[in-house]
């Protein structure tokens, strides 16, 4: 019998699920998950005997699971935030049951975890503590903001740092932990060999947090700090950038005494070649040609080796970051940089001296921000010679943004010389802290 036209029509678009190189198929993956998810959230109030807290899962989550379930594609990124509340009955979200279900499906694709505006208890940042302590779960992002943590809770997280070995950024940005809680974050820094950015912007923290930040960068991987609307004011931030300002400026030095003993080496060589020439032109008159051989012909290919087919070279695995003090980017937007702290008048002029040997020296510094820092003229005019002393040195082109509380010539010079900085919007962030 002949076939029907449209039999094969529904088949048509039915195909192979398609899997990754390691043979998993991404659907089953994110099924899997989303179910143990659900299924924790309806077991967290029979566990803990809480009939008054009616858990649900992230409704953003929950929709972004499904359309990876329905792409076939992997969740990489998780953004938990919670949901507007009217009454005390009204359902929460917890960060437990979707830790929990991570682990208890052992979901090793997850990247960045994200947690916005929700009040964080010491157990659950001792169950993200224990996600990051497993060390196969490779989280590169750790980002908790406006979460009310506390120190406390902060030296168990920091304390996982050490057996994370893909972790390279951790957002606490709005959490007044203040510089007990920096010092918590400060030990777990020290222990850990990939992280590179660290963001504690309105933390509260205060002049003494300077000093054990400059120990972090100076002893650790750590090269971006942003440290917006804290409290370091001259004396930390002089703290802060003290090492880096020694390692700087002995850099620098080294490369001037390179750049020297090159000059030297090609006068030589120059030197030499000249009297070289001088002397072939001397005897080449005198000198008496060498029969050539008979088997030796020009041009014969007796005695040329085979070129050999190149081989590929494998793609080595990147180097860890160097460990030392050297700074990339360092944010310190209203940080009290100014004439009202305990150093007095002259206090923002010293920490503008540092800070113009650190644009002047550093060939890594990339990023910096003085922004809502009352640093005067004189303060202007030192940063301004410095971004001229960088550029006539030849080190690369850096960001720099600054207060406009100064003479208007100095800065627009300073303007011309270092691009502005662009403030980036933190997502589901449409408030900002008052600072205390």
């Not at 070289?276 to 051989?293: C, I, L, Q, V, W």
């Not at 014969?300 to 050999?308: E, F, Y």
Request: proline residues 4%.
């Amino acid at each position: 019998m002949p076939k029907k036209k449209g039999s094969a029509k529904g088949k048509k678009g039915k195909g192979k699920k398609k899997s990754l190189k390691s043979g998993e198929v991404p659907e089953i993956w994110v099924k899997n998950l989303m179910k143990t998810y659900e299924r924790n959230c309806k077991n967290v109030n029979t566990e803990r005997n809480c009939k008054n807290v009616n858990t649900i899962m992230v409704p953003n989550l929950r929709k972004l699971m499904k359309d990876c379930i329905e792409n076939n594609q992997m969740l990489v990124k998780i953004i938990v935030e919670p949901v507007p509340m009217v009454t005390k009955d009204d359902p929460q979200v917890q960060v437990e049951p979707l830790i929990s279900a991570i682990r208890q499906e052992r979901y090793t694709y997850l990247k960045d975890l994200h947690v916005w505006d929700m009040p964080l208890t010491h157990e659950n940042m001792a169950a993200i503590a224990l996600l990051l302590e497993k060390g196969f779960y490779p989280i590169r992002l750790l980002e908790l903001m406006d979460c009310l943590i506390e120190p406390y809770s902060l030296d168990r997280l920091a304390k996982s740092f050490g057996f994370c070995s893909t972790l390279t950024t951790i957002v606490l940005d709005y959490n007044e932990f203040g510089d007990e809680g920096c010092k918590c974050l400060c030990q777990g820094l020290l222990n850990n060999e990939t992280i590179l950015s660290v963001s504690m912007c309105y933390c509260c923290l205060e002049e003494s947090s300077g000093k054990m930040l400059g120990n972090v960068v100076a002893n650790s991987t750590v090269r971006e700090l942003y440290l917006d609307g804290n409290d370091l004011l001259c004396e930390g931030a002089m703290e802060l950038i003290k090492l880096c300002v020694n390692k700087a400026e002995t850099e620098e030095y080294e490369r001037a005494e390179a750049k020297r003993q090159k000059e030297e080496l090609e006068a030589e060589a120059a030197l030499k070649e000249k009297e070289g020439r001088f002397g072939t032109a001397m005897s080449a008159g005198s000198g008496d040609e060498k029969p050539t051989s008979a088997g030796s012909k020009p041009g014969s290919a007796k005695g040329k080796k085979k070129k050999k087919g190149k081989k590929k070279k494998k793609k080595e695995p990147p180097a860890p970051p160097a460990v030392g003090p050297w700074i990339h980017k360092l944010h310190l937007a209203d940080n009290g940089i100014d004439c009202y702290g305990k150093g007095g008048q002259f206090a923002p002029l010293v920490c503008m001296r540092l800070f113009k040997s650190l644009i002047t020296h550093s060939d890594c510094l990339k990023e910096l921000d003085l922004e809502d820092n009352h640093i005067g003229d004189l303060g202007g005019k030192l940063i301004l010679d410095a971004l001229t002393e960088r550029k006539e040195a030849g080190l690369p082109g850096m960001k720099l943004k600054t207060t406009t509380r100064m003479n208007a010539d100095t800065f627009s010079a300073i303007v011309k010389l270092a691009t502005g900085l662009k403030k980036k919007k933190k997502k589901g962030k449409g408030k900002k802290k008052k600072k205390k």
